[in-house]
């Protein structure tokens, strides 16, 4: 079975936090690029990178541009980013975080919502009722999506379950949710909608009038995203600021050696209280 660990470096809530993976021999790896996409790809169970844990407001996410993608907060303004509430609710209202091995090509312009990819992997909302913990890394059940239009990039927001919820069974699609979880979905929408408003920006649009795609086409939208990974992890597609070191993708130029891996942890700033 996969297992992760992560290692913290720097202070939390500063610039300089980092959060690093490591695989189950201790060797250090991306989050982007290393942990699989698929738990069981014949079952399309999904691994999942935990970035914002729910009810929590700090916005953390995978460090796309920096040597083996740890996760650190996003900055607004040379700021920490922290989320605002969106009444009634706290913080994000899912564990929020992305499938591995993905990536929405920036220049690939989506055929269903006219606009380009946003660049990142592919964005997951753990509907689960554990909340999970920061670079937690899980293994999910595609459930439907969403397409949010976040300043005119195709922003797909991917509705999941962790597995290892106890309700994880009765939950095959988006109708399951709208009839187990009354309210969740309408919710979702609310938060994704508003959720900028605070920081002066206008509110989000959705492409399909802001109507929830269903599993299938949920899991399509995934493998999609994995495919245009590869062709960026192969060198196939210019990865512009996007590092992509890993130390598992054999056939990758970028593949480096665990040596290699810890030389770029050993270079960062650790961790202190």
Same mark, same amino acid.
Request: aromatic share 12%; with cysteine; charged share 25%.
């Given at each position: 079975? !996969?297992?992760?660990?992560?290692?913290?470096?720097?202070?939390?809530?500063?610039?300089?936090?980092?959060? $690093?993976?490591?695989?189950?021999?201790?060797?250090? *790896?991306? &989050?982007?690029?290393?942990?699989? =996409?698929?738990?069981?790809?014949?079952?399309?169970?999904?691994?999942? =990178?935990?970035?914002? +844990?729910?009810?929590?407001?700090?916005? !953390?996410? =995978?460090?796309?541009?920096?040597?083996?993608? &740890?996760?650190?907060?996003?900055?607004?303004?040379?700021? #920490?980013?922290?989320?605002?509430?969106?009444?009634?609710?706290?913080?994000?209202?899912?564990? $929020?975080?992305?499938?591995?091995?993905?990536?929405?090509? +920036?220049?690939?312009?989506?055929?269903? %919502?006219?606009?380009?990819?946003?660049?990142?992997?592919?964005?997951?909302?753990?509907?689960?009722?554990?909340?999970?913990?920061?670079?937690?890394?899980?293994?999910?059940?595609?459930?439907?999506? #969403?397409?949010?239009?976040?300043?005119?990039?195709?922003?797909?927001?991917?509705?999941?379950?962790?597995?290892?919820?106890?309700?994880?069974?009765?939950?095959?699609?988006?109708?399951?949710?709208?009839? /187990?979880? +009354?309210?969740? /979905?309408?919710?979702?929408?609310?938060?994704?909608?508003? $959720?900028?408003? +605070?920081?002066?920006?206008?509110?989000?649009?959705?492409?399909?009038?802001?109507?929830?795609?269903?599993?299938?086409?949920?899991?399509? %939208?995934?493998?999609?995203?994995?495919?245009?990974?590869?062709?960026? *992890?192969?060198? !196939? %597609?210019?990865?512009?600021? /996007?590092?992509?070191?890993?130390?598992?993708?054999?056939?990758?130029?970028?593949?480096?050696?665990?040596?290699?891996?810890?030389?770029?942890?050993?270079?960062?700033?650790?961790? $202190?209280?």
């Amino acid at each position: 079975d !996969m297992s992760f660990t992560i290692e913290e470096k720097g202070r939390p809530n500063t610039q300089e936090y980092r959060v $690093y993976f490591k695989n189950s021999e201790g060797k250090y *790896i991306s &989050p982007f690029h290393d942990v699989p =996409i698929y738990a069981n790809e014949a079952e399309n169970i999904f691994h999942a =990178i935990v970035e914002v +844990p729910r009810w929590t407001n700090a916005k !953390m996410e =995978i460090a796309t541009k920096d040597p083996l993608n &740890p996760l650190k907060q996003d900055l607004k303004k040379g700021n #920490l980013r922290y989320v605002a509430n969106v009444f009634p609710h706290k913080g994000y209202i899912w564990n $929020y975080g992305a499938i591995p091995q993905t990536w929405e090509d +920036p220049n690939h312009k989506d055929s269903d %919502t006219g606009c380009c990819g946003d660049n990142d992997p592919i964005d997951i909302c753990d509907i689960g009722n554990k909340v999970c913990s920061r670079g937690e890394v899980i293994k999910v059940k595609v459930l439907g999506t #969403l397409a949010l239009i976040d300043e005119g990039e195709t922003d797909w927001k991917v509705i999941v379950i962790n597995t290892e919820d106890p309700e994880a069974g009765s939950f095959n699609n988006i109708d399951d949710v709208r009839r /187990l979880k +009354p309210g969740y /979905l309408e919710a979702t929408v609310d938060w994704f909608k508003r $959720y900028k408003v +605070p920081d002066g920006k206008p509110e989000n649009q959705f492409a399909f009038n802001g109507e929830f795609k269903d599993r299938d086409f949920a899991v399509e %939208t995934v493998k999609s995203t994995h495919e245009f990974w590869k062709a960026l *992890i192969s060198k !196939m %597609t210019n990865a512009g600021e /996007l590092n992509c070191m890993n130390t598992s993708v054999s056939d990758s130029p970028f593949c480096c050696s665990a040596g290699d891996a810890e030389a770029v942890v050993k270079s960062v700033s650790p961790f $202190y209280f």
